[in-house]
């Protein structure tokens, strides 16, 4: 026996239905998905100043790891997770302490315990040089800074020797002459790490390639 018109009109609106709601429970999932990303996992992060060039440049837009630090709970977690420490070299995104509300981005250069110090802009962990091959200069290292009066005590060219306390880490820039970092306002305290940076995946800047579809794109 057929059925009828109505009920083929019912099992219709009720498919369509079915239909409008699995599209809108994809989309909720796509949605929390992409949030809990955002908020735990990772986050785009846009280089707004030179500090740490030549290696990281103004426009040059970068995937942050915020998952790599998370605290644990327990050692199993701690074997299971891909949790890494801090390590020297990393370079972190992290609340400006200044102003929390910004945010920066440096390379780890003292460890919780260790001594640093910056005599003639070389730097010196535990009293032994440290090999920095991504250093920047932008002044010569026999030249004064052009702002730094005769015989001043200039952060650029000495520093310390200071200890980094506990559960904090001394950050600096790469560009050395041009980075306001822990010589100037101290030392990050491990909360307000926000992640790792992970890649470049994006640049943009007035050295680009000048093409009309792609701009500055470097």
């Known amino acids: 026996m057929s059925k009828s018109k109505s009920e083929n009109e019912n099992a219709g609106a009720s498919f369509r239905k079915s239909t409008a709601r699995e599209y809108f429970e994809s989309i909720c999932v796509a949605v929390i998905l992409a949030l809990f990303v955002r908020t735990f996992v990772v986050q785009a992060f846009k280089i707004p100043t ?50 929390p509300e910004r945010d920066f981005i440096k390379r780890v250069i003292g460890l919780p315990g260790e001594v640093v110090e910056l005599k003639d802009k070389k730097v010196y962990i535990n009293g032994k040089p440290l090999e920095e091959p991504y250093v920047h200069f932008l002044f010569p290292l026999d030249a004064s800074s052009p702002d730094s ?42 909360d307000y790490v926000k992640g790792k940076a992970l890649f470049v995946y994006f640049s943009f800047g007035e050295e680009g390639s000048g093409l009309p579809l792609l701009g500055n794109v470097r």
């Open 149 to 190: 009066g005769e015989g001043s005590f200039d952060l650029r060219r000495t520093y310390g020797p200071a200890m980094v306390p506990d559960g904090e880490y001394f950050m600096m820039g790469d560009n050395r002459d041009n980075s306001q970092d822990s010589r100037y306002w101290g030392f990050l305290r491990r």
């Open 50 to 99: 030179g500090s740490m060039e030549n290696n990281l440049l103004i426009g040059d837009h970068l995937l942050v790891n915020k998952f790599v630090f998370a605290p644990t709970l327990s050692r199993v977690e701690e074997k299971l997770l891909p949790i890494d420490p801090i390590r020297r070299g990393d370079i972190l995104v992290f609340k400006y302490p200044e102003d």
